[in-house]
């Protein structure tokens, strides 16, 4: 088995919307905005090669957006998924798993691409199953009217239509291989899956939107975009303890700076313990 990272891009989002009810005063000491508010988020995925199965975590925004819709982004950086899988020695052809957290627009807007005479819309990874579940893709596709905005039935729909979507079973499910397992949270938006990898004797957990970055591990600091932000807490809570005991490695996608942290018990709780690149703990 053989983990990497594959960098889509970076976008940008309101501050004080990243980060609920905590003020910018203390939020900006860990993620400074720009003078409009806004603070640079990355949308970070995860290649795994294991065998012939490979496996891509999440896809970022994606191309087919007009140009009104990317202008409310501020998409930034030099990074596309294109040449990030490039890099690892792939192509979009070779991916046999496309595995989505959840169909919010930045996890999932890669998933769907035009046609060749852009009359509608086809699979970007056509040879892979994607995976979703069935309690996420109930929710996505009758999407209520705060999450509307996020769920963009072009990114969507036509997953179904091609015929290659299927759904996970259960957080005990070995669908994914032997090595990869799912944990269920319902916070942010209902049933976001977490995967947890075992590699190189490590835990790894790809952290999606229950903990975009190192500045959200304190427990108050809640995305105002999560639609149940109590049960977010308590999640994230239980979550950074087991954390913090079994010494998981967290994967951060959204974090701009860190990829990857380890977490420890304090006096004030779960806090960080160091960040590093994957490569860096790894080895690339």
């Not at 792939?90 to 999932?108: G, I, K, Q, S, Y």
């Not at 990829?259 to 018990?265: A, G, K, L, P």
Request: aromatic share 12%; charged share 25%.
């Amino acid at each position: 088995m053989k983990l990497h990272v594959i960098n889509t891009g970076n976008f940008k989002l309101d501050g004080g919307a990243m980060f609920g009810v905590v003020p910018k005063s203390l939020w900006s000491k860990t993620n400074p905005a720009d003078q409009n508010n806004l603070c640079n988020w990355a949308m970070r995925c995860l290649l795994i090669e294991d065998g012939n199965r490979l496996t891509l975590i999440d896809n970022g925004i994606g191309h087919k957006q007009d140009a009104k819709f990317y202008s409310h982004y501020f998409l930034n950086g030099n990074d596309t998924l294109e040449n990030s899988l490039k890099l690892a020695g792939f192509n979009a052809d070779d991916v046999t798993d496309m595995f989505l957290t959840h169909l919010h627009f930045d996890h999932c807007g890669g998933s769907i691409k035009h046609n060749k005479d852009k009359t509608g819309f086809e699979t970007t990874y056509k040879n892979a199953t994607y995976w979703s579940n069935k309690e996420h893709w109930e929710w996505a596709t009758k999407p209520n009217v705060r999450e509307r905005a996020s769920f963009l039935k072009e990114n969507i729909l036509p997953i179904h239509e091609s015929g290659q979507l299927k759904f996970i079973d259960g957080e005990s499910s070995k669908q994914l291989g032997d090595n990869i397992s799912i944990s269920y949270m319902r916070g942010h938006t209902d049933a976001m899956m977490l995967p947890r990898i075992q590699y190189k004797g490590k835990t790894i957990v790809f952290m999606a939107d229950l903990l975009p970055s190192v500045g959200h591990i304190p427990l108050p600091y809640v995305m105002g975009y999560d639609t149940r932000p109590l049960l977010t807490m308590s999640e994230k809570e239980l979550f950074l303890n087991l954390a913090a005991k079994e010494e998981f490695v967290l994967f951060f996608e959204h974090d701009s700076v860190n990829e990857c942290c380890t977490v420890q018990h304090t006096d004030k709780g779960v806090r960080l313990k160091e960040t590093f690149s994957f490569n860096e703990y790894f080895g690339s």
